[in-house]
């Protein structure tokens, strides 16, 4: 059983950055392939980035690609999400997931993924 609890959300003009955070309690946090989904309003939960185990490989959906970077530290049972270049298309709410299986090939799926945080609500002004 693993616990996520998701913050650093907020409200930002576009052009600017945030960074989200996702820490992870209870089994070890480096057996999951952990990843970042967002869901506007209206719209279906959809991937954004996922992150190995050992954080040597990521991946990105083509919208947030050049522009959001994953990374984990394993030793704080944390995963974040750096997004520059924000724009009111990314307002969402974003949650993280961990994923035991790490199947690499489905990691845009959202049936792939175990658990999952509550979420933290970003917000980008125009």
């Known amino acids: 059983q693993v616990q996520l609890v998701e913050s650093g959300g907020g409200l930002v003009q576009a052009g600017g950055s945030l960074r989200l955070s996702c820490a992870a309690s209870?089994?070890?946090?480096?057996?999951?392939?952990m990843g970042w989904f967002r869901q506007a309003p209206g719209k279906e939960r959809e991937f954004a980035a996922a992150?190995?185990?050992?954080?040597?490989?990521?991946y990105y959906a083509d919208s947030v690609k050049g522009r959001f970077t994953i990374s984990r530290d394993n030793a704080k049972n944390t995963v974040y999400l750096q997004m520059s270049s924000l724009k009111p298309d990314d307002t969402a709410i974003y949650y993280c997931?961990?994923?035991?299986?790490?199947?690499?090939?489905?990691?845009?799926?959202?049936?792939?993924?175990?658990?999952w945080g509550q979420g933290t609500q970003v917000t980008v002004s125009s």
């Open positions: 209870g089994r070890a946090f480096g057996s999951y392939v």
């Open positions: 992150i190995s185990r050992s954080g040597s490989s990521t």
């Open positions: 997931a961990a994923d035991l299986r790490g199947y690499m090939p489905g990691l845009q799926n959202r049936g792939e993924y175990d658990y």
